[in-house]
Every structure is written in structure tokens, then in C-alpha cells.
């Protein structure tokens, strides 16, 4: 009793449901816009993990200044995919009644080529680094101090993308889309630019994450899948569409999993997250947060 109600497990909570936030709020504007389901989403946050660690192990260069390495890189590879693959989906009617269904078929090909490459290159061994690792206390918590740095900078992030989703004009065009696509198209707002601009966005943001977490955590090619599968069920829980409700339950879920874990165990990890998952399916399917069905059309 005295672990679950220590400040350190509340510390790794935040840490792990703003690492999932950050992921989780990606992959639901690229479904809220285009309504593609992107299931290779963790992967990215694979991407941005070893652009860390190579930058940082072949050149020094600290991962907080290859996490824009990170986020270019992942935006650069949203942009190669939009317009080789998916703008000629959005663009015709025909595609576009089943791109959903075919979005899954398509990203689960870039998830197997991203991981089999990644694991070509660099072989399936876990890797990583040591980067402010030293043990700070604050209170009666002990914390790495990358860790910490971890959970400041990405709820510094999650301020700013939902300050970017308020109060900009891209932001708000991405709002309005995801409320109603021919509205926004008959006030003159760029449809495929927007497209673009919400695909380029998810993939760095989970790029971003993937950055911050090589810093305390092993990486591998196979890592992303577990972020996909928390990035799916906080989108269920915040509500399809729902940009801030996926924030906020992304918060929810990190909360949940570390305080379930540290009852139960770690092999529990994903009986709890399914767990949650299927209860919000039966008792609110429309997700917490979630009061109304968002238009597609």
C-alpha cells in the first residue's frame, strides 16, 4: 500500500500517459481527418527512437536536439506516404468510401516493411544509452532525471498542441475538418493541404515520443506495436476524433497501467490495457469523452 501511494509511482504514471498522449493525439488526427486507421503509428515512435540513439552514440549529439532530427524525419517519411500512396486514395470517390478499410491493410505493409528494415539494418538486438541518468529526489520520489525531463517536456507539448489546435489557423482548419468535411471544404479551407499538414503532424509527434523514450528506455525494431495497441484504446477512450479527449485519456491510461502493474505485475500489462478497452466498448463506446459522432462527409 505504502508503493501505490508513493509520489514515485505517480511520477511514472505521468511519464508513461504523456509519452501515450503524445502518440495517441497523432494518431487520432490522422483518423479524425482522413478517417485512415494508421496501426503502423507506433513504429514512428520507433523511427524517432533510434534517430536518437544512432545521432547521440555515432556523434554525441544530445537527444534533445535529435528529437527535431526525429520529428523531420518522420514528417519527411508522412509526406512520401501522402503523395506516392494515400492522395490518390482521398482523391477519388470510389477509394474513398473504402479507405478505411483499406488504410489498415495498407499501413499494416508499412508497419512489416519499417520493422523488418529497421531490423535488417540494425538487427534485432535491444540497444541503448545512458543520458541523464542520475537519481533525483523530489519529496519522497526518486526519479531519473531523464525521466523527469521526459514527462516536463512532453506536457509542455501536449500545452502546445492544444494551444496550436485553438488558437491557429492550421489548427483550427484541422478542427473543422475533423467536424465536417464538405463544410470545410465550401468556407474555402485547402482539403489536401490539410490532409497533408494532419498526416505530416501525427507521424512527428510520434516520432517526438519515440525520441524521449530512447533516453531511459531499451529500443528495438518490434518496439512500436505496444504504442499502437495504447494509442488505439486511448482514442477509444477519448472519444473518435476527439483531439483533446485523447490527451486527457492518454493521461488516464499510463495512470491505470503503472498502478494496475504495481498490483498485479508486469505480465498483467496487457490484460489491463484490453481490459480497459473492453469495458469502454460495452459500457461507453462513444469513449469518455466522446458526446457526439464526428461527420465524415
Excluded at 479524425?32 to 496501426?39: E, I, K, Y
Excluded at 497533408?196 to 528495438?220: D, K, N, R, T
Aim: cysteine-free.
Amino acid at each position: 500500500m505504502d508503493v501505490l501511494l508513493s509520489g514515485q509511482l505517480l511520477i511514472a504514471a505521468l511519464v508513461t500517459g504523456s509519452i501515450y498522449a503524445l502518440v495517441a493525439v497523432g494518431l487520432n488526427l490522422i483518423y479524425g481527418t482522413m478517417r485512415m486507421l494508421n496501426v503502423a503509428h507506433g513504429d514512428l515512435a520507433m523511427i524517432g527512437a533510434y534517430v536518437a540513439f544512432w545521432m547521440f552514440s555515432l556523434f554525441g549529439l544530445s537527444p534533445f536536439l535529435s528529437l527535431f532530427l526525429a520529428m523531420a524525419l518522420s514528417a519527411l517519411l508522412a509526406a512520401i506516404f501522402y503523395h506516392f500512396i494515400f492522395k490518390r486514395v482521398m482523391a477519388s470517390s470510389k477509394l474513398l468510401d473504402r479507405a478505411e478499410a483499406n488504410s489498415l491493410l495498407v499501413f499494416f505493409g508499412i508497419a512489416v516493411i519499417l520493422q523488418n528494415g529497421t531490423a535488417a539494418l540494425f538487427t534485432t538486438n535491444p540497444r541503448g544509452f545512458q543520458y541523464l541518468d542520475q537519481v533525483l529526489q523530489i519529496g519522497n520520489a526518486a526519479i531519473t532525471a531523464n525521466r523527469l525531463v521526459t514527462l516536463i517536456l512532453s506536457l509542455i507539448l501536449v500545452v502546445a498542441v492544444v494551444a496550436f489546435f485553438r488558437f491557429t489557423l492550421v489548427g483550427l482548419a484541422l478542427r473543422a475538418l475533423i467536424q465536417n468535411r464538405t463544410a470545410s471544404q465550401i468556407v474555402g479551407i485547402n482539403i489536401e493541404r490539410i490532409f497533408l499538414y494532419s498526416f505530416m503532424l501525427g507521424f512527428a509527434l510520434s516520432g517526438l515520443a519515440g525520441g524521449l523514450v530512447s533516453m531511459y528506455e531499451q529500443i528495438w525494431p518490434f518496439m512500436g506495436f505496444p504504442y499502437t495497441i495504447a494509442a488505439f484504446v486511448i482514442i477509444i477512450l477519448g472519444g473518435l476524433g476527439n483531439l483533446f479527449g485523447s490527451l486527457a485519456a492518454g493521461m488516464i491510461l499510463g495512470v491505470l497501467e503503472t498502478f494496475g502493474i504495481a498490483i498485479t505485475g508486469p505480465n498483467f500489462r496487457s490484460i489491463l490495457i484490453y481490459g480497459v478497452l473492453i469495458l469502454v466498448l460495452l459500457l461507453r463506446p462513444q469513449g469518455l469523452f466522446g458526446g457526439k459522432r464526428v461527420v465524415a462527409r
